[in-house]
């Protein structure tokens, strides 16, 4: 079972997979909702979707943790920079990486196997992770409900967006898990799709 934490505000939804291994995903910003979940010293792994810091903040919190992230958002989380978005908490801080993801790899924490999905769009080096069993997938901001995508300005490239949209169609999922707001489904992203086609058109042509 996947544990949502709801993000609130500029937060980020937070995932907890508590198995042989426990999985936080995208620890966020609000460290007293982590907190009263789980002891930081009890998690084996921490995946951050992408280098923002509404994402990636608590990961500081989890030293004991192998902490994963894309490679090509791995300099961002590193050097505190985080696409320019540390702005957003006027906090600063550095994040080492543990292990840099390619894509394709398997996550295995016990009963659930993610599968990594490079997608970029949002930043250079966003991912989604399947996990195959229950067919959710989780996006980080690659898309939300609603038909709403992530901006593409902090890190991003619109035709990697729409790319990445059209990789994940092709994806048995039942329910995508967001990186804010609530569950999503394969129509949100067929409107996102279109909401991003039409928004980019005169920018790809």
Do not use: Q
């Amino acid at each position: 079972m996947i544990e949502i934490l709801e993000g609130s505000e500029l937060d980020s939804n937070t995932y907890i997979v508590k198995d042989e291994k426990i999985l936080v995903i995208d620890p966020g910003i609000d460290s007293k909702k982590i907190l009263k979940t789980i002891d930081p010293k009890h998690v084996d792994i921490i995946i951050n979707t992408h280098a923002h810091i509404d994402h990636c903040l608590n990961t500081i919190l989890f030293e004991n943790a192998e902490v994963m992230l894309h490679r090509e958002d791995v300099k961002e989380a590193e050097k505190g920079s985080f696409y320019g978005t540390w702005n957003f908490i006027n906090k600063k801080v550095n994040i080492k990486v543990d292990k840099e993801l390619k894509g394709n790899e398997i996550i295995e924490t016990g009963k659930h196997r993610f599968r990594v999905i490079h997608t970029p769009g949002h930043t250079h080096g966003s991912i989604c992770l399947f996990e195959e069993k229950e067919k959710i997938l989780i996006t980080g901001d690659l898309v939300f409900a609603g038909g709403f995508f992530g901006r593409t300005d902090l890190g991003g490239n619109p035709r990697e967006l729409i790319n990445s949209l059209k990789r994940i169609l092709k994806i048995d999922f039942k329910d995508i898990y967001p990186g804010h707001g609530g569950i999503a489904g394969r129509e949100d992203v067929e409107d996102a799709l279109l909401n991003a086609k039409y928004l980019f058109e005169t920018e790809l042509e």
